[in-house]
Structure formats: C-alpha cells, structure tokens
C-alpha cells in the first residue's frame, strides 16, 4: 500500500462497540457515536448493533448519520441558520439548542416535524486542567447556557437538556460535573423526557471505571426520571487506527531531524492545536534510545513538526513509521493546504486482509476550491 494512508482496525473497532454496548445495558442509557470524531461511514455497519445511533455538529454529519447509520440522530450547535434547522428537521430525531432564544425561535419547526427539543447548558464545572481550548466551561465560554442565563418561561418548550464539559475523562469527572449540574438544573431536569451527558467520556480506555458511569447515570434517572443519553467520539474509536508514513528525507541542523509524507498540519492537526505527541510505533522518547530525530511533514510551515522520537538505528529514506491511535480527530480534519495529498483510509478487516475505502485524487483538491 502507497503511504501515507489510515488503516482502521476492524477488530478494535468491534471491541470498542461490544465494550459500549455491554457499557449501555449496565447503566440503562443510550449510546450514541460522536461523528465529529469519527465519520468513515463506510464502517457503520460494524458499530450500528451497538450503539443507538449518531450525533451531529449540523445538517451535513446529521444527514451522514441518517443515511449511513440509521437510528437515532441527534444534533447541537452553538447556533443554527433558518435554512438548516429547517432541513434539519428531515433527518433528526433531537434538535438541541444553545441559547433560550434559538430554542425559542425554531421550536415550533421542530414540534411540528415531531422533532425532540432540547437546550444546552453550561454546568460552569470546570474539570480539566491544560487544555483550555477543549473546555466549554473555561471564562467567557460560548457554549451553553449558564443557569443566570436560563429562561424559565421556555421550559414548556423543552424536551430535554444537554451538557458537554469532559475530554478523554474518566467518571469522577462526570460524577462532579452531573452533581454541579443538577445544583444548578436540577429542578429543570425533573421535568426532562432526556438528559444528554456529551461526549468526553473515555469509556473503552483500561482504567475508565465502567461500574461508576453506570452507577452514575442509574443515579441521575431515578433522580430526574429521564431517559439518558451519551455521545462519546473518541471512546468509541480509541487505538482502532494508524497512520502510515515513510520517511522522505533526513538532514541535520543542531539534531537529527526527518522529513515526512505526513504532515501534524494536514494530517493530523490536534497535534499541533491541542498538542500533543502521537505515539509512534517501536520508539521511545528523545534520547531514550540511540538515535534522536525531530519528525515533520513537508508543508512550509515552519511549525509541521510531529514531535521528537529516539529509534534504535538510524532513519534510513523509505523507512515505514507507523503512528498509533489515528482513527479519532484525524480523517474527519484533514486537508490539504499547500496542496498536500490526503492518506488514503484502508480498513484491516478481521480476517487480516487490507481493504481499501477511499483513495483520494488531484481532482478531491481542485474541487473543493
Ligand atoms: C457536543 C459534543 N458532543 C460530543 C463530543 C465528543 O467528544 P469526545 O470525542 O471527546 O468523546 C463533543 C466533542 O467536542 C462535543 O462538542
């Protein structure tokens, strides 16, 4: 296979649906998949007996959801046009809203498209530290409604109520955040047919504590009497991907530095906005083991660096390098500036042969301009 491609691993892709499911059953609450994360519809097949459908950041992931998923699909954004939320409606199943006066404005063509209404509020919990960027509940945050905020006299409206505050966290953070949730909503959440908990919650990694997540939803249902919903991305595509790679070119300035056919900018940007180092498979840490290099990708941008690994031998041109737990956050924020190909994605089906999905062409990138 021509690097660089995405090769999705059908086998930890069932095992983190068995995981969520069993996960669902336990806690008596609805699972769905955060197609932000992860939208290689062609993979659906594989997640659809186990989770309870999609959700979406608007019309396009809504309408993927629908046609490729089936079940349930469920929306939010921070603000909807007219335009959408009246196609919308054709394909969703909830509609959540940001503020009171969305909720407001588009409830009507909701109900009358028998469309579930819902509005998101901010829990002001904050319970991760460092990454600033992935907390809605950081100073000033546009997302959600905080409770001096609320408008009681839209409560007939709603059907239900929606809080995403986690990212890649375990359950005492939901335990904190559902306990600041129902101070400050709780009395709101009583009259709720559906609570949504967000995504964020890292279920399928070895150390979530899957027993607290369900004695945390059981908690809040027979507290509130609502249905209960999840809608994890990362958890349900955790370590099921990799991102292959050769190595172009190597050079020396102050250290060994290698050049890429990827690139942390196109390829796999959290790297560089969230950032963080991806693993790299056969690695170790800077100096960890003989040989240092600086990895980057072949965009101009001075700032396309990967990160610093240590390999027993020198890199040599042509050298496969295999990057670890690529499925979540990459497929779905490629692109291609200075015109850079995007990977392939290819499946590795159970049976260990490589299938490819989708090879992209000069044509996907003059298209889209
Ligand atoms: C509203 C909402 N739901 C779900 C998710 C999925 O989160 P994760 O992939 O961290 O589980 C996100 C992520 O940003 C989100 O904003």
Redesign the pocket.
């Known amino acids: 296979m021509d690097t660089p491609y995405f090769l999705i691993d059908e086998a930890k892709l069932a095992e983190n649906a068995k995981i969520l499911r069993d996960v669902a059953l336990r806690a008596g609450c609805k699972i769905l998949l955060?197609q932000?994360?992860y939208s290689v519809w062609q993979t659906y097949p594989l997640l659809q007996d186990s989770l309870a459908g999609t959700?979406a950041s608007g019309l396009f992931e809504a309408r993927l959801g629908r046609e490729e998923f089936g079940k349930e699909v469920h929306v939010?954004s921070p603000a909807y046009r007219t335009e959408d939320v009246a196609a919308l409606v054709k394909y969703a199943d909830h509609i959540v809203f940001n503020t009171p006066a969305q909720a407001e404005k588009f409830a009507p063509m909701c109900r009358a498209a028998g469309v579930s209404v819902g509005l998101r509020v901010n829990p002001e919990c904050s319970t991760q530290a460092g990454h600033a960027i992935y907390d809605p509940c950081a100073p000033f945050s546009r997302l959600g409604t905080t409770s001096d905020n609320f408008r009681e006299d839209i409560l007939p409206l709603l059907d239900g109520l929606h809080f995403?505050t986690l990212?890649?966290q375990n359950a005492d953070a939901l335990e904190t955040t559902v306990a600041a949730f129902l101070e400050k909503f709780g009395k709101y959440a009583k009259k709720m047919r559906w609570l949504n908990l967000?995504?964020?919650?890292h279920i399928t990694r070895a150390d979530y504590d899957r027993a607290r997540l369900a004695r945390i939803v059981k908690d809040l249902r027979k507290e509130t009497g609502a249905e209960i919903y999840l809608?994890?991305?990362?958890?349900v595509v955790l370590d099921a991907g990799t991102l292959h790679a050769r190595v172009l070119e190597t050079m020396k300035n102050g250290m060994n530095i290698a050049i890429l056919d990827v690139s942390a900018a196109c390829h796999m940007p959290d790297v560089l906005e969230m950032p963080y180092r991806p693993p790299l498979r056969g690695s170790g840490a800077a100096g960890e083991k003989a040989y240092t290099y600086r990895l980057g990708g072949p965009t101009c941008l001075a700032g396309d660096i990967i990160g610093d690994y240590s390999f027993d031998a020198p890199l040599r041109i042509g050298d496969e390098l295999v990057f670890e737990d690529m499925a979540?956050y990459t497929m779905v924020k490629t692109n291609t500036f200075n015109g850079m190909p995007l990977p392939s994605i290819c499946l590795q089906k159970k049976d260990g042969k490589t299938v490819l999905l989708r090879k992209f062409r000069y044509e996907d990138f003059k298209e889209r301009l």
Do not use: Q
């Open positions: 955060a932000k994360a959700a939010f995403h990212c890649e967000g995504g964020g919650h809608e994890p991305g990362e958890a979540l």
